[in-house]
């Protein structure tokens, strides 16, 4: 056994395709659809759609509520307000709680200062803390003296606080996942705190505005700090630090968060709509078509039509209207060959008849003359069938040739001068002539030209002219003219014999149609010469056609058949 044979029990690759070929079909032939099984579970073009349309709203809106730039400006906006109010507070301590001591030395006092710290920072969130020069803690907004010491004052939230929508809660969530913001150092609230515990409040002892951020890991959130000098004639006499927490700053950011995370979902929302509805729009008719293509592949004779998108007026549209003009070129095609086919069979069985009668009929035939005919009818019999076997195969060729024709410039005055030259140089003595017009005056003009293949051009008006000469009566005259009319080039080609046989004018073209002229010996001719000519002219996108001459008398002078090709550059 070969290398590339199969071994017994194993079934060929060709057996195997036939075998799913039957088995899609008879999938067809249960559900009507196509549904091969190697495509249940392929990953959809209505999927892709939905996925490449969300994926670009989903990283726009996911960098759109990542609003750490937006947050860094609120925190500097933030520090900026708490300079302007601590600068107030500092002027107006630096005015109301300093007095002058024995040696004229400004003092800070305590008890005023406390006093104006707390009623300067009551109608605000604001922290205030005044510290000494000697970095001690005299004054804080948020402690009260009492009996048994300071007390330390808390804000509590409102009561009866609604609860977070889920809207709110989704913009949480989606902000825990967002990256975290800048790493700030820790919040630490010391009992009693110091100057040593605020580096800012160093720096504002020293004479200096120095800004803080800090992060409070405890409560959460952020401490924005502010520490200002307090002075006295450019004298510093304590530091005032301001303190705040980003609670409303966090509130701003959770409601542009919360605007962005609507506009979010509407367009998510929008985007699954338009994607079903573009899906729809391009997924489910190419399916149809694809179900169609297969049903055409599949179905028997022509029940499966491909649907209609012509009107929608786009690319789907296009797809359609070129699917169904290539099903109903596939079915004129098919209607063809088999046409051609059931021609040839029966061609070819007249002359093989002919020859099994003749042979049959030759064994039992003693007489030499009688022998030497049916001989001779067997002899003729083969030529005629190798005559006819050499025209279809001629003419089986020309459809797949002229599909893939390769054009180039043709002159048909050339072409037609030269058949004319090759006809008088080989004429008989009673044979007719070829009388030649091109154009004007007999010149050759520049507008007698074609595109097409001059081989097969050359086959049509070398049939058209042996179909003259054959129906010519001797010493007559085959007229041929050739012009250029509108963007067409015109050839017509005129005889003087009987004309074509009346209702015919359209079946002289059918293919192994032939009407002889009296006389002329039997099955000389396969009848595709014209046949040949009329599918090699409609290929290069022109018409052929006849008609018979009227004699002046009335009668038919002969017949002409016209030839028109389009013109090179038209």
Known sequence: MSATGTRKGEASPRATSAAAKRGVRRLLERTGRWAPPEKLHRFSLARRLLLVNLLAVVFLGGGMLYLDRYERGLIDTELQALETQGRIFAAALGEGAVLQDIGDQPLLAASLARDMVRRLTEASRTRARLFMPDDSLVADSRALSGPGGPIQIEELPPPGEPKQGLLERLVTAVSAMLPNRTNYPP???????????????????????????????????????????????????????????????????????????????????????????????????????????????????????????????????????????????????????????????????????????????????????????????????????????????????????????????????????????????????????????????????????????????????????????????????????????????????DDDGPGVPEGKLTAIFDRFYSERPAGEKFGTHSGLGLSISKQIVEAHGGRISAENRQAPGGGVAGARFTVRLPRAGE
């Open 187 to 493: 919040y630490i609230e010391r009992s009693p705190p110091t100057a040593f515990d605020f580096p800012e409040v160093l720096e504002a002892l020293s004479g200096r505005i120095e800004r803080d951020v800090r992060e409070d890991r405890a409560a959460g959130g952020l401490v924005l700090s502010v520490a200002v000098p307090v002075r006295r004639y450019k004298q510093v006499l304590g530091a005032l630090l301001l303190s705040v927490d980003s609670t409303s700053l966090e509130q701003k950011v959770a409601s542009v968060r919360t605007d962005i995370l609507r506009l979010f979902l509407f367009s998510v929302v929008l985007t699954v709509i338009m994607s079903l509805y573009l899906a729809g729009t391009i997924v489910r008719p190419m399916r149809r078509l694809a179900q169609a293509a297969v049903a055409v592949r599949w179905g028997d004779g022509r029940k499966a039509e491909i649907p209609d998108f012509s009107r929608r007026g786009d690319e789907i549209g296009d797809l359609s209207a070129a699917l169904a003009e290539m099903t109903e070129a596939l079915w004129r095609r098919m209607d063809a060959i088999e046409h051609f086919a059931a021609d040839v069979a029966h061609e070819i069985k007249n002359p093989l008849s002919s020859l099994r009668s003749a042979v049959e009929t030759v064994t039992r035939v003693k007489e030499p003359a009688q022998r030497e005919r049916l001989m001779a009818i067997i002899l003729d019999d083969v030529q005629r069938l190798d005559r006819l076997i050499s025209d279809i195969s001629d003419a089986s060729r020309l459809d797949a040739e002229m599909s893939r024709l390769e054009r180039s410039p043709v002159s048909l005055a050339g072409m037609l001068g030269a058949l004319a030259e090759m006809h008088e140089a080989t004429r008989g003595e009673d044979e007719p002539t070829i009388e030649l017009a091109l154009g004007d005056a007999g010149q050759e003009p520049d507008s007698l030209v074609v595109w097409g293949k001059e081989t097969r051009l050359v086959q049509v008006f070398q049939n058209l002219i042996a179909n003259a000469l054959s129906f010519s009566p001797a010493g007559g005259a085959i007229r041929i003219a050739a012009d250029s009319v509108g963007s067409d080039v015109v050839v017509t080609i």
